[in-house]
């Protein structure tokens, strides 16, 4: 894909040669003699105008790209809800059992500095183009905004996984040159939420899309449109927000996603991108459990409705709506999706998992119907002679074969906005609108007026409008309002729950703060298993509530059900928070 993306944006052969640099790590502003030989890329030549920027830029996203393997298993297996195989090597145990040692290649920190140390190198080279007027102050908005932005993000997934780090933002010649770990002083993860939120929140470009339409970076190249591709600020903004503790304004920033398309002469994206709603017949909203006949187990729909998030095209409507951010991979160019070689027993290695534990919780669930499980699982994982085996990671939309690996890797979208919105909201004081985004919607919670014979909305007083918009102020005020005469941005907003066929949970938890945030996290589990929030979604509600066991009591859940014989000494080592964290070690 990205050879494709540089045809399409014509650029001379200098820009491919940057994005080669940086994609295999071996970007180097190194001189000798005050001379650069012929043969060696200069890097003064390599920043010369904003085509090379752009090439900087698609070279770091592929680069980036290559810590998909590790996100996943960092953040999914280190928790409960992806488990080993028989095929896993003892390193994989460790990881998912809590005993991985410094030398464990899983743990190893270095694959995130490589990428943030060329984060940080494009950042420099950005500011020396806008001073030297090689670059427009829009163009270095943009470019300086994403890449800021996208190193922010990628220092919180270390903070997360290794607690105290070094925070370097200047550029340094080679990731080895970090071997001398006495010159970068590591720095506790609550400090680094405070330096991550001081340079995010004054990046000059806020806008939830990196590029606007019309941008050389937005193509559609291979079938995929980059749009998505690169990252959404505001999200990652708004989760910055609620690691801290300050949820009115990570609702904020969350706002600023759900409203971005409110204004789109196209209703179907005004009332329906990211906006979790009901199936009204379009391809547009096709994101809900679906099933041939009403919630008849025989006839779930595996091609249509909610799989389809994952399986669809990059350019589909029903992609668009949901996914904030994703990147492709491409089948034509290696290495392809490396979830096949994790996941799948037929084109891969077969090395993790569903755990028991996420079956249990997907099968403890009820259908409006009276089905008692939720098919979001059989939605995500599949079952064969070999074992249970998990297809969300590798779904696509195209025929998967030994040649065919193609796929995504979607970083963030609607639902677990939606989810983490409710997190802020519920701990803002705004339980009931927590409540109406994890069940059953906007509408359906706080409408109070007059219905038809169907049960359905039908107001015939001010009065009754007055009901469809929640009773608070931004950012927590939505106008859900749906007549004859009006539509507001909302009303077709049906809730996480209601969207997949299942039960809503009782309206006690509108007000049962600590009982409806673990709710939420159930929620997402059974709603973005496998996706990579499972670690940091255990971190952060245990951190808060200052309740290890919230975190060791689920991992320990599943080593017990794995039969693991580490599961005793796992919850044990996790009941001490200071034993979340990896060991930080440069070997």
Known sequence: MYKKIMMDFNKKVIAIVVVALLATGSWSCKKEDNEAPEDKLDVSNAYRNSSDADAAVIGIYGQFLGLHKTFILQN???????????????????????????????????????????????????????????MSVDDYNKHY??????????????????????????????????????????????????????????????????????????????????????????????????????????????????????????????????????YGGSGYNDQAVRYTRYQDENTLLYDQGWKTMFSAANTSNVWNDEFLWGIPYNTNYKPGNPMFELCSPQYGKYLIKPSQAVIDLWNSQRQNSGIPYDARGKLSYGVNATGAYITKLTDNDGLVSAFNKGGKWGLYRAAQLHLRYAE??????????????????????????????AGSPAPVSFADIATMRTPY???????????????GPWYRNTGIRNRAGVTALDVSYQTDVL????????????????????????????????????LADRVYEKLLKAGDPNAAAARTKLMNPANWYLPFDWK
Request: glycine share 6%; charged share 20%; with cysteine.
């Open 473 to 487: 102020t931004a950012p927590y005020f939505m106008d859900a309002v749906s007549n004859s005469d009006f539509r």
């Open 145 to 278: 905004s994403d890449i800021g932005a996208l190193r922010s993000y990628i220092y919180l997934q270390l903070g997360i996984q290794y607690g105290s780090i070094p925070y370097i933002t200047d550029p340094v010649e080679n990731v080895d040159d970090l071997k001398n770990i006495s010159n970068f002083p590591r720095i506790p993860f609550d400090q680094l939420l405070d330096k991550l939120l001081t340079f995010t929140q004054a990046l000059p470009y806020q806008e939830v899309y990196s590029y606007p339409t019309g941008n050389p970076l937005v193509v559609t190249a291979d079938g995929s449109n980059t749009v998505k591709m690169f990252i959404c600020k505001p999200a990652i903004l708004g989760d910055l927000y609620l690691w801290k503790g300050n949820y009115t304004k990570a609702a904020e920033n969350y706002l600023k996603v759900f409203e971005v398309e409110n204004s789109s002469t196209n209703l179907n994206f005004q009332f329906d991108a990211y906006k979790v709603v009901y």
């Open 424 to 453: 802020a909201a519920n701990r803002d004081g705004k339980g009931k609108l927590g409540w109406a985004f994890l069940n059953v919607g906007i509408l359906n919670t706080f409408y109070t007026g007059t219905r038809n014979a």
């Open 76 to 134: 999914e297996l280190r928790a409960d809800l992806i488990d080993v195989t028989a095929n896993a090597d003892q390193n994989l145990r460790a990881l998912s059992n809590h005993t991985a040692t410094k030398d464990n290649p899983y743990v190893d920190p270095r694959p995130y500095y490589t990428v943030i140390l060329n984060c940080n190198d494009a950042l420099k080279n950005f500011q020396l183009m806008v001073r030297d007027r090689k």
């Open 515 to 550: 009982g409806l945030e673990g709710k939420l996290i159930d929620e997402s589990a059974l709603e973005t298993a496998f996706e990579g929030n499972r670690w940091p979604d255990l971190v952060r509600v245990a951190s808060r509530e200052n309740n290890p066991a919230f």
